[in-house]
């Protein structure tokens, strides 16, 4: 059982800063991602972003292109997601998840192809 820890989290006001991270207790899959995504009040869990442990493949959704940025240290098996110039609509719970599926797919972006998951983190965006 693969577990995944997020921390990070927090307030910050409009074009503010936040640095989340995902530590991973082991790598479940040969060939496997780690995604990002974002769950506001009332909507849909949404992918943010993703990036592959095989290489430095990485994907975003459209809405955080050129702000947000997922990195990766495979020392310590954990994965960042830095986020800048933030916007009141990036207020959402945010979580971390692995899967055994390759950032830059189609599939990259679906919740359902993603097996474990964080407890997830509260981000706040003030304007």
């Known amino acids: 059982q693969v577990q995944l820890v997020e921390s990070g989290g927090g307030s910050a006001q409009t074009g503010g800063s936040l640095r989340l991270s995902c530590a991973a207790s082991?790598?479940?899959?040969?060939?496997?991602?780690m995604g990002w995504f974002r769950q506001a009040p009332g909507k849909e869990r949404e992918f943010v972003g993703c990036i592959n442990w095989s290489d430095d493949n990485t994907g975003y959704t459209d809405s955080v292109k050129g702000r947000f940025t997922v990195a990766r240290d495979d020392a310590r098996n954990t994965v960042y997601l830095q986020m800048n110039s933030l916007k009141p609509e990036d207020t959402a719970v945010y979580y971390c998840a692995t899967g055994a599926i390759y950032c830059g797919s189609y599939f990259s972006r679906r919740t359902d192809k993603y097996t474990y998951w964080g407890q997830g983190t509260q981000v706040t965006v003030s304007s």
């Open positions: 082991e790598r479940a899959f040969t060939t496997d991602s």
